[in-house]
């Protein structure tokens, strides 16, 4: 049986009168304006309010998360907040943080301006990784409940398959990648038997450069893929470069975020294998979301031959990285 049209184009009727009223359902009173932001998996906007600063409203994917695995998020974002971080929490109204309007899920958030942080900078490094050590120290307290973990099964076998068993790949690199994701799958899962001992606590989950604001310094924001996994997941993203870039950069991220929060050295040996487990979600997560009209508009690379063979290559290359030494510990 073919999915249904609302389940391959979930976002068919969110349409600016939608929202809206969404927005009101909830006794706040629009303007008019809306603005949409730059998002996928969720939809986004600024939405304006009479003789009151606009807000950020995001509806979330029909399907994809429970309301108690939204729920959990809003209640770690919260929990930071209150705990003087800067990570850009859900407003409560009428006793809630999460709404339901005409069969969708959203939640309205302050709106916050900013750059991307110059994480070539030694200072905003040390400031990144202060407050990083102390989102760890608040995550570390309680555990998820219905939130997922990241793992080499969701984040590997379930995306190997996807991209396998949706016929994704051109017909001439499909036996390479089936051979050599089991290679990947192989060292992935040594280096989390290597760090089996290490423990794992509430991530943000997804801090790349793109979820960072800075203004007289950093904002942390959308916990949209927050998670149960290792520290080191938060820390990664912010590395880049050749071994030495990324060895002095990690030097000072940790210099910071040991002052709040302590570090365990083995999960060093994680960081190749994060990446490519990164690098293998990424991939099917552009497949299972290719029936939405925003992404090949957005990607219309990945429906070529030669993004195939590009995957093939850089895949090829996480191989040899994940079979280098990890990063050292620096002194501190």
């Known amino acids: ?12 009727r969110l349409d ?15 303007d008019g304006r809306l603005l949409a932001l730059n998002s996928y998996e969720n939809r986004v906007y600024q939405v304006g309010i009479e003789d009151q600063l606009p807000l950020v409203a995001k509806f979330y994917r029909p399907g994809r998360w429970s309301d108690a695995q939204i729920l959990e998020e809003h209640t770690f974002a919260t929990e930071l907040a209150l705990a003087e971080i800067p990570v850009i929490a ?17 939640a309205l958030f302050p709106r916050q301006g900013g750059h991307a942080p110059e994480l070539d900078n030694k200072e905003t490094r040390l400031w990144l990784g202060r ?16 939130r997922p973990a990241l793992t080499p099964e969701r984040f ?16 001439h690199v499909e036996d390479a990648f089936s051979s050599l994701s089991a290679d990947l799958m192989m060292h992935i899962r040594a280096a989390y038997d290597r760090t ?17 604001l ?4 950093p904002f942390f924001v959308d916990l949209d893929d927050c998670q149960s996994g290792p520290a080191v997941q938060d820390l990664w993203m912010l590395l880049s470069g050749d071994r030495q870039e990324m060895q002095t950069q990690l030097a000072d991220v940790l210099e910071g975020y040991r002052q709040f929060y302590h570090f365990n050295p083995a999960e060093l040996q994680l960081i190749e294998a994060l990446r490519t487990l990164r690098m293998l979600h990424h991939a099917a997560w552009l497949a299972r979301r290719w029936e939405d009209p925003a992404f090949p508009a957005a990607f219309p690379w990945f429906g070529e031959p030669r993004y195939g063979e590009t995957l093939i290559l850089s895949l090829r290359e996480q191989l040899s990285a994940m079979q280098e030494p990890a990063l050292e510990l620096p002194y501190l």
């Open 90 to 106: 859900p407003l409560q109204i009428m006793g809630t943080t999460l709404h339901h309007s005409n069969g969708f899920r959203f």
């Open 196 to 212: 089996s001992h290490c423990a794992n606590i509430r991530l943000h989950g997804d801090l790349h450069p793109g979820n960072l």
């Open 131 to 146: 407050f990083l050590g102390r989102i760890h120290a608040v995550a570390a307290t309680r555990k998820f409940k219905h």
């Open 16 to 30: 600016p009168d939608t929202v809206l009223q969404a927005i009101d359902s909830v006794g706040l009173l629009t």
């Open 1 to 12: 049986m073919e999915p249904a049209a609302s389940e391959l184009t979930p976002y068919y």
């Open 214 to 217: 800075w203004r007289d310094g």
């Open 156 to 171: 590997g076998d379930e995306s190997i398959a996807t991209l396998l068993q949706g016929g994704w790949l051109p017909p």
